[in-house]
Every structure is written in structure tokens, then in C-alpha cells.
């Protein structure tokens, strides 16, 4: 079982700079309690995310950090030129010695890509375009191709990523069936879904990985992510992650509202009772923790437990002392 | 009289992860020297520019420094949808607490412009418009606009620059012509150009500023850029100046030449003597470069001195000791006695009816983007 951090970057309060600031150093810690990965959402024109352009944060915490690994979780491809994206790539593992993990995704939002002037409905065709023509340039030394939305004749590729062929490839699932897709193109997953649902998309994308004759061994990671607030307390931590959940459900609907439509999958509730019940936020006192995460890691069948150690308005301090109980009380447990 | 310092990122060598390594510990270098800003270009396609995307390295800059300022030079805009510009320069000045010196411009190569897909003929609209979209949209808290490239309705703006209105403006001119107007636009200016040119040139944006009504007080920052290497000995500084400049110039004019075209000598001379004359480069021992910066910097009548310290292939060590050199026995000099320069960089505005472009940018290039 290895361990992994996302982060929305939503917005904490008015101290931006302050934010980021205490966010590195969080990172910092991250890596001294051993997690594997630090993973960074996209998103734009929202408080849900206050790092529009991850790579840019990411580039910071590679100064911060020396062996934590780390990416984007997703960039949304379809806002970006493949070659600007090439280039990022390539500066980002290059600038940290080859710890790039590479998270990729069309971009779920129609708000967002809808400001970027892209329009949703070609989302899914642009992707495969865009993800085949960066998967090309970081493989070859010279670009050439042809599609509906990408044409590029000859262009040098001045630039290569230190993973070769490329970095490990991330991807968000929301669905069951894709879990043979991915298990085909070994890609490693986030599965955004209860832990039952989990288990039966690692479980699928297990079966797949073995069909295709590939070693359980080496397994791609399937991860399943939850806020998680550690504190002395099951009472203390609770009230902190009850505080801090309203301001991030505010940021996650925030531009669904501002349209006057729900979320389309209304998958975590609303009302922080209900999350916790659910298993979408583990709150407790270590023990609380340390049994919650145990039960549920084993229905979902994961190899990657993904945390949210930092959302809403939870303080450095909060934040920090989450970290130290989970590395120390939880995690050899797990 | 500011010190500053341009870095095209040209590679140097195969491994750039240490590439990037020693020119971070350059940074550090240049922050403890006492320089004004770092201002790093942006390329694309070709071994001139390992900053394909400059904010992620300035992002790893911001973290190396505390109080160095630094910068784009320049962002083309036409390779940016604005909102990624207007998400990315927020990112970076909130990240450091307010050091980003914004330099836009169009974009000095057709060939680069090419490979995303930019019509080089458009060039200069797309750089127009997309300007207009990012000023209007530092600070603002929602964006509209309908142009011919970018339509944008009712965007909100989550991110503010923390130096408002926007950070301060920069722009790179080789072409005299465009005095007038940007001193007309407040603008920041990088020149490259041989020292007597600058010397008309910076004559020719005092007057303009003058004759705006404007005050000695508060001139923009105008700089020349140089080559500059400092060693113990002039034979040591002018043998690896020699050396490296080869190696910056195949850089320089590789996707050029790949294209069958020699870059215009006025723009950039292959030989390197005359390079030197010229005072593109600056090359000797602490005295010889202390005099030759003086005499130059009377001529060209700047008050930003802008020093390449790294490129092609110098070592961390010959770039380290550059920096050292310069900052104890030539910067000091050179502080003129009853210095009247700006402290910091103008914010430039572009007000209505004003051009940031004119057709006389494209005087030396301009066949290629027509």
C-alpha cells in the first residue's frame, strides 16, 4: 500500500499568497512522513481551484521537495496546445530529477472549458487527438501529424522528459466500465467512488490486468481519494472537518450554482453527516481513523490511499497535526 | 542605474536537468550580488530557448529568491489563450509576493509561431488583442470580450496580481523607430542594440518623454543587453566568451538556418570580434570591463544595465565567477555619483489609441512575417 495527497488548491481564504505559502510547507511534510505523491487538480474561474495552471505550482514544490513525487491530477488536456503541454512536461521532469506523475483528462467541467472558448461536446474526440499527439512528441524527436483539431508538420522536439518512454500516467474514472481500458493501457487510477464501488472497479481492473497476461506485481496503483482529518479527538477533528467541508462543497458547486444547475452526478453529499457516514470524509481521533480507512481500503481493494489532508479553511496547524498523527498512528497500520 | 540580468536559457549541454540546476544556483547568485531582476525568454523548437514555458522555471526561481525581481522577456502573446496568460501571471506574483516583471511581445520568430499553428501574418493582431483581454483582466473580477480571436463572456476572475493595477510592463525593441511610442506607452524597454543605436534610442524616449509632460522622475526602465564575462585575466574572459558565443550564435540562428535563411547581420553578427566592437559583448578582466561598461553605458545613455551572464556553453564556474567579479569591481563603478535612475520599473499602461506595435518592428524581420 502506497500513500498519495490530493489537492484541489480551493480557496482557503483571502490570503492567497499566504495560502501557497502554507500549502509548500505542508508539502514539506508530505514527503518527510512518507508519502509517495502529491497530486494537484485544474481548475479555472472557480474557487475550487486556486492553481489554474498546476504546473506552475508544481514547479515550486519540486524546489521544496527532493524525492516526493507529484503532478497534475488532471491537467485538462483540451485547454492547452499540445506542444505548450509537451514543453511543460519536459521542463517538470526535467527540473526534478524524473518525478513527474502525469495526470490527464479532457476536463469534466462545460463551465471551464466553456470559458476557454472550447466546446464540451468535442471534448472527448479532442482529448484522444490531443493525448496522441503528446504521447507522440514525447517519444519522438521530431512532430509530425495530421487530425481534425492538431495539424503539425516536422517540429523539432528540442525537449525530452527524463521517464522514458514518458511519465506514469494518471487517470480519473467515474465509471466501472473503463476499468479495461485502463488495466489495457496500464494507466493508473483515481476512482472517484464509494469504497463498494471501488472494489469492484479495482477488482474488474484487476481481472482485465491478469487476461492480458501482465504480472500482478507490477499492478498499476488504483487509488481511491477522501478528505481525511486526523486530531486527539474524534469531537475536535470533527468539528474542523465539518467547518472545513462546507467551504469546499461551497467551491466544488460553486460555478454549477452560478448557472442555477446541480452537480450531474451528485456523488458526495451535501451534508457532512452524510460524507462521513459514506466514507467520502474520515474524520477522527487516530483510532477512528485507522479502523475507517482498514475496513474500507479492504472492500475497495486498493494498492493507493489517496488523502485530502488540506480543503475548506483548515489551518496550517490543523492541517499539519493531521499529517503527523496519520504518518505516525495510522499509516503502519494501513 | 539598475542591474539586471537576461538569460536566453540556450542549452548548453545534453544534461539539462543540471542545466537547470546551475542556473537556480545562478539566481542565488545574482539575488546576493544585488541585481534588480532576472528576466528569462521564452523559445520554442530549438536549442535557444530551454524555457519553453518561462513561468514554470520563474515559479522554481521565486522559490531560490527573496527579494530578486523576475520576469518574461518576453511572453508571445500569441501562443497564450489569455486566460492561461492572466491565470499564470497571477499565479507567479502571488507566489512571490509581488516580483513579476511582465514582458510581452509578439513573438521574434515566424518559424515558432509556425510550429503552434500561428500565421505569422496575424502575428501582430493576435498580440494586440490578446494585450488588450490580459490588462483588461489584471485586477478586474470578471472578463468580457468579443474580438475577432477571443470571445469571452462574463468570465470570473478568481485571481488578482498582487502589484496592481498589473505588474510592470517590458518590451524588447531593435527598432529605433519605436522610441516615440513607448515612451508614449510608460513601457519598460530591453533594447538589443549596438551601443551607439541605443544611445539614439534612449535620446530619442527622453525627448518623447519630456514632450508627454512627463517627469525626469518617473522614466520607465531602459536597458541594453549585453554579453558580459568577467575573469581574472583578459585572455582567460575573452577566450571563453570566444568560445561560448559559438555556441550561443548556432543556438540563435539554428531554426533559421534550417530553414534556409541567414538571420540579418544587423541583428546578429556571426563573427565575434565584431560583436565585440559593437559592445554586444563585453569581455576582459574587472578593469577592462569596468571601462569598456563606462564608456558604453555614457553613449548609450541607459539606466538599466542588463548582463547575460550565462550562455552557451560556460560552466556554472565561469558564469559563478562572472557574477562575483562584476558585482565587486565593476558594478560599484558604475553607479553613476548622483544617480537620478528609477528604483523600480514603471507600470506602463495601454491607454486608448495607443499602439504597443508598429510597422517598423518588423523592419529587419518583417519578410518573413508577411
Redesign the interface.
Known amino acids: 500500500m502506497k500513500f498519495g495527497i490530493f489537492d484541489h488548491m480551493d480557496r482557503g481564504g483571502s490570503d492567497l499568497g499566504r495560502q501557497f505559502d502554507e500549502r509548500l510547507r505542508l508539502i514539506e511534510l508530505y514527503e518527510q512522513a512518507g508519502f509517495h505523491a502529491y497530486h494537484l487538480a485544474e481548475h479555472h474561474a472557480t474557487p475550487l481551484g486556486m492553481a489554474p495552471s498546476p504546473s506552475v505550482f508544481l514547479a515550486a514544490v519540486a524546489q521544496r521537495t527532493r524525492t516526493l513525487r507529484f503532478g497534475p491530477l488532471v491537467y485538462t488536456v483540451n485547454l492547452y496546445h499540445p506542444l505548450r503541454l509537451i514543453d511543460e512536461i519536459c521542463m517538470l521532469d526535467q527540473m526534478s530529477g524524473g518525478r513527474l506523475e502525469l495526470g490527464i483528462g479532457r476536463g469534466i467541467s462545460p463551465y471551464e472549458v466553456g470559458y476557454y472558448g472550447v466546446d464540451p461536446a468535442t471534448g472527448p474526440e479532442r482529448f484522444a487527438e490531443a493525448l496522441e499527439v503528446i504521447l507522440k512528441g514525447l517519444t519522438e524527436k521530431r512532430l509530425s501529424h495530421h487530425g481534425k483539431y492538431f495539424a503539425f508538420e516536422d517540429v523539432p522536439m528540442e525537449m525530452q522528459p527524463v521517464q522514458r518512454p514518458y511519465p506514469p500516467l494518471w487517470y480519473g474514472a467515474n465509471s466501472l466500465e473503463s476499468a479495461d481500458r485502463l488495466a489495457k493501457q496500464a494507466c493508473n487510477t483515481v476512482v472517484g467512488m464509494r469504497a463498494d464501488g471501488v472494489g469492484r472497479f479495482a477488482e474488474r481492473y484487476r481481472a482485465a490486468w491478469k487476461a492480458l497476461g501482465h504480472d500482478e506485481a507490477r499492478l498499476p496503483l488504483i487509488g481511491l481519494s477522501r478528505h481525511v482529518v486526523v486530531g486527539d479527538t474524534d469531537k475536535e477533528a470533527q468539528s474542523a472537518a465539518r467547518r472545513a467541508f462546507a467551504l469546499w462543497y461551497d467551491a466544488l458547486i460553486h460555478l454549477w450554482r452560478a448557472h442555477g444547475v446541480g452537480l450531474p452526478r451528485q456523488l458526495i453529499p451535501a451534508e457532512f453527516d452524510d460524507a462521513l457516514e459514506q466514507g467520502y470524509i474520515i474524520a477522527g481521533s487516530p483510532a477512528t481513523v485507522r479502523e475507517r480507512l482498514k475496513r474500507d481500503n479492504d472492500v475497495a481493494g486498493i494498492n493507493y490511499c489517496i488523502c485530502r489532508l488540506a480543503f475548506g479553511d483548515l489551518s496550517f496547524d490543523e492541517s499539519k497535526r493531521s499529517v503527523e498523527l496519520f504518518a505516525r498512528e495510522v499509516m503502519p497500520a494501513l | 542605474m539598475k542591474f539586471a540580468v537576461f538569460d536566453h536559457l540556450d542549452?548548453s549541454g545534453p544534461d539539462?536537468?543540471r542545466q537547470?540546476e546551475d542556473r537556480?544556483r545562478l539566481t542565488e547568485i545574482y539575488e546576493w550580488a544585488g541585481f534588480h531582476a532576472y528576466h528569462v525568454a521564452e523559445h520554442?523548437?530549438?536549442?535557444l530557448g530551454?524555457?519553453?514555458?518561462p513561468?514554470?522555471?520563474l515559479?522554481?526561481v521565486?522559490?531560490?529568491t527573496t527579494k530578486l525581481r523576475f520576469g518574461p522577456l518576453a511572453y508571445p502573446l500569441g501562443?497564450?489563450?489569455p486566460?492561461?496568460l492572466l491565470?499564470?501571471i497571477c499565479?507567479?506574483d502571488?507566489?512571490s509576493?509581488g516580483r513579476l516583471e511582465l514582458g510581452v511581445g509578439r513573438g521574434a520568430s515566424p518559424y515558432e509561431a509556425a510550429?503552434?499553428?500561428i500565421e505569422p501574418a496575424t502575428a501582430q493582431e493576435r498580440f494586440d488583442e490578446t494585450l488588450e483581454i490580459v490588462l483588461k483582466g489584471l485586477g478586474a473580477e470578471r472578463l468580457d470580450h468579443a474580438g475577432k480571436y477571443?470571445?469571452?463572456m462574463d468570465?470570473?476572475?478568481?485571481?488578482q496580481p498582487?502589484q496592481r493595477p498589473h505588474p510592470p510592463l517590458w518590451h524588447v525593441t531593435r527598432s529605433l523607430d519605436s522610441a516615440d511610442r513607448l515612451a508614449g506607452l510608460g513601457c519598460n524597454v530591453a533594447l538589443a542594440m549596438p551601443t551607439r543605436d541605443a544611445g539614439t534610442f534612449t535620446r530619442r524616449y527622453r525627448a518623447a518623454w519630456a514632450a508627454l509632460g512627463r517627469a525626469p522622475a518617473d522614466m520607465p526602465f531602459v536597458g541594453n543587453t549585453r554579453n558580459v564575462v568577467v575573469l581574472d585575466s583578459d585572455s582567460d574572459a575573452v577566450s571563453a566568451a570566444r568560445r561560448a558565443f559559438h555556441v550561443w550564435y548556432d543556438s540563435m540562428v539554428h531554426l533559421w538556418r534550417?530553414n534556409g535563411v541567414e538571420l540579418p547581420r544587423q541583428v546578429s553578427s556571426p563573427d565575434f570580434d565584431e560583436t565585440v566592437e559593437q559592445g554586444y559583448i563585453v569581455a576582459g578582466s574587472p578593469a577592462k570591463v569596468r571601462d569598456r561598461m563606462l564608456r558604453d553605458q555614457s553613449i548609450s545613455g541607459i539606466n538599466y544595465s542588463i548582463c547575460r551572464f550565462a550562455c552557451g556553453d560556460l560552466s556554472f564556474e565561469e558564469s559563478a565567477r562572472s557574477v562575483r567579479l562584476f558585482a565587486r569591481e565593476v558594478m560599484p563603478a558604475l553607479m553613476p555619483k548622483d544617480d537620478t535612475g528609477p528604483v523600480r520599473a514603471a507600470t506602463g499602461t495601454l491607454a486608448r489609441g495607443l499602439r504597443w506595435l508598429g510597422d517598423e518592428d518588423l523592419s529587419e524581420v518583417g519578410f518573413l512575417f508577411r
Not at chain 2, 520554442?44 to 536549442?47: A, D, I, K, N, R
Not at chain 2, 530551454?50 to 514555458?53: E, I, K, L, T, V
Open positions: 542549452r539539462l536537468g537547470y537556480l520554442h523548437g530549438t536549442p530551454s524555457a519553453p514555458s513561468g514554470l522555471f515559479a522554481a521565486a522559490q531560490r501562443l497564450y489563450h486566460l492561461r491565470e499564470e499565479m507567479l502571488v507566489m509576493g510550429f503552434f499553428g477571443f470571445t469571452l468570465v470570473p476572475l478568481v485571481m498582487v534550417a
